[in-house]
């Protein structure tokens, strides 16, 4: 359902247990969706996860399938809480627990408003391993101390942004003060407003990105992130993502001329206009290059870490770092280059495998961690770049 990617690792290799894989077959899946291949493996793990896609991409499964994975053989108590936006999208949640858990006798309770409390209440005070519910009637559930969240081991924040234009906001930060704080949180959305990227800072620990699809519109709000990519694939991500329609002024850093000169090459040869500007250029040529990019004549300009003071361009649409800058000031002071920009998004950061501790320095610095995106295809493995 994608074609980012060429190669989509089998549902076999993504550490899930016989028995998933069996329902998955059984489900007539064939291969995971992308999503599902980022997601899937790192959920696992137990980390965070910020999983973007488009609506119909398979999330659902990305998360459904870890949880069940972990509540197997486990005691039987309340260790799963998913909330979602809607009454049909609580259901159909429900509707993959039972498909996946099917073996594993998992009790899953579906939570909605608009239908008697009383047999909720009844199931609820059963024993239920799982809970599927829309913010609004778990809240009243809670109050009626329906049930406790002392065991909860998993929260999914579903369809994010769905459930925020809907205004369930508060209602959402109410349930999540009950849920202990120990615990993996996963948010699933298809766009990322600044109102989801805040409800993530908010309830997600050191969360890793895992976006599908590179024109998606998500990106375009995360104000800085970090690509993880094998040094080798670092100029074909950047031809990639070039290839975005929005990124019509974009500020290239590299750390050396050579690489400048030799990204500008690679850059060419895909058909991309560019022009480098480093200490071995010409005045002249520097500011033909500079003159170039502000009247829009040329889109790329690739700068050295030198060229980078005295560079003031307004309308940069996008920063990135093809090299992680060496010294966390330059990292700062670059983001600042796009000026309002930076606040819809878009200073990205390709991080190679050896780049690893220089970008932990620079989030040490901001005192945050930077979100990372992982591009099917592109990326070296994120668990690697925590
Ligand atoms: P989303 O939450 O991303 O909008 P869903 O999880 O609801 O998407 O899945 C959309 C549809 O894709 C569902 O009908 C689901 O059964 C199907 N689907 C999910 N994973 C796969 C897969 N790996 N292969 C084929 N179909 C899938
Ligand atoms: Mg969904």
New binding site residues.
Partial sequence: MQTTIETLPAFELLGLAPELIDAIRD?G?????P??AQAIPLALKGRDLIGL?????????AFTLPIVQRLLGGPRRLRALILTPTRELAA?VRESFEKYGRHSGLRVAEIFGGVALGPQETALRRGVDVVVATPGRLIDHLERQNLVFDDLEVLVLDEADRMLDMGFAPQINQIVREVPPYRQTLL?SATMPPEVEALARKYLRKPLVVQVGLRTQAVDTVAHAVYPVPRERKSALLAELLKRPEMDSVLVFTRTKHGADRLVRHLERAGIEASAMHADKTQSQRMQALEGFREGKIRVLVATDIAQRGLDIAGISHVINYDVPQRPEDYVHRIGRTGRAAATGDAFTFMSPDEIGMVRTIERVLGTPIPRISVPGYDFGTVAAD
């Fill in positions: 489900a899946y064939r291969e995971p969706t999503i599902q896609a488009q609506t119909g991409t398979g999330k659902t499964a159909q699933f």
